[in-house]
DNA sequence: GTCTATAACGCGATAGAC
DNA sequence: GTCTATCGCGTTATAGAC
């Protein structure tokens, strides 16, 4: 995050195409994910042949590291460059950002797929993403640490633990969501979520599972 | 979910033949998703040509959708079929199942992978997933009624949110965590995740967040 | 900078021998 | 039930005209 931006290009209108080939590609890793998604239907959507694409982008491969980090730089903007709102402010943001992204379907599509795709082996965008989830986990690691510095203190574990279910439970949703978008509020269950876990960092209540073994890693079957 | 077992399959060696491929197909599936794998890597794996698993299964779609619903009968039977537990044992076998999972990161992708990949347009196992994800809820759902009936009168909508963040919460984990082992205890972080929404629901608190406007969908732009 | 043409390859699926 | 062979198509990428 935080890259310089590099404009080694030359004419503004080459730059504009550029552009408008990052959007299209965009729409179409994120419809039909990154293996799924083609050169020709890139082309075809910009009105112009496949070979155009790759003398602006070198290969699909790169395209689609240019895709991701266009998107981050554009969408991420305010929040990694301009100001990072801290401690209590980023979870509002958090919250308002559940609420906009159920505006946008696309977007939020094309993360789930490709994040999810990254996983498999040699992908092209996996390196992006470990990036991209070490430093958001490290942003709200950082707000739960102001938060708690003024009202007090909090196991490293605990802080650890919460920013990632935050993270996890936004992406989580978003998947469910876009299986059946009438199944859940995304907006709302995000911010239910976000609000759960932020006050059992604040206030930490006693386990509501004890009772029972809990800890050990059995030979229980079920997936889920 | 609880469909019968068909068996209208003929002899007894190629049973052990089919469940060979279904394997395989489960292991390169998970590795590469649908789309990347191939019936040839399948093929290779059990020692055969890409024809001989067509001749079993027909076409690469219809052997997906017969790994899905193997996979299923195979890891949720003692869920589904056997002993559905309710009520608060219900979160604690979520709990252990998040820890079981750290042993086996093969299924865990290859759930992750595929449950992602099928939001895309037309995809062979989004009916799958769909119907997936609306069942768990429903048990998830299910055991917060009961815990409720206990204690006290909660909100339907906020059952609702719980439980579909329970399940979002575990799947957007697994992804962190086939990214990058080494950043997070799959088991401990969904152990303190499930504990803090179930702890929300029981005993809900004041919101955390409150003292700004949050819940407008304004025009926010990070994706997260 | 964009095109046409083509190379080189891999895919899923089918046909038919054994 | 598994094989070989092949069809037909789509893919990324390259070469060279304009």
Redesign the pocket.
């Known amino acids: 995050m935080t890259e310089q931006r590099r404009q080694p290009r030359?004419?503004p209108e080459?730059l504009a195409?550029r552009r408008d080939i990052l959007d299209a590609a965009t729409e179409i890793f994120g419809a039909k994910g990154f293996t799924g998604g083609?050169?020709?239907?890139i082309a075809d959507q910009v009105?112009?042949?496949?070979?155009?694409i790759?003398?602006?982008f070198g290969?699909?491969?790169a395209l689609l590291l240019e895709v991701l980090a266009h998107r981050d730089q554009t969408d991420v903007a305010d929040l990694a460059e301009q100001h990072i709102p801290d401690g209590m402010d980023l979870f509002r943001h958090l919250v308002r950002t559940a609420f906009a992204n159920a505006q946008r379907p696309g977007i939020v599509q094309a993360y789930a797929v490709l994040s999810a795709e990254s996983v498999t082996s040699d992908h092209p965008g996996r390196a992006f993403f470990q990036k991209r989830y070490e430093t958001l986990r490290g942003e709200v690691a950082h707000a739960f640490a102001v938060v708690c510095a003024e009202r007090g203190i909090t196991e490293p574990d605990t802080v650890a633990d919460a920013a990632t279910a935050i993270l996890a439970v936004m992406d989580g949703l978003q998947v469910q969501w876009l299986l059946d978008p009438t199944a859940l509020d995304l907006g709302r269950a995000s911010q239910f979520a976000i609000e759960a876990i932020v006050a059992s960092v604040l206030e930490p209540v006693p386990s509501p599972l004890a009772g029972s073994a809990v800890i050990s890693a059995d030979q229980s079957r079920s997936t889920v």
């Open positions: 030359s004419r080459t195409r083609t050169l020709q239907e009105g112009m042949t496949h070979a155009g790759l003398h602006h290969s699909k491969d």
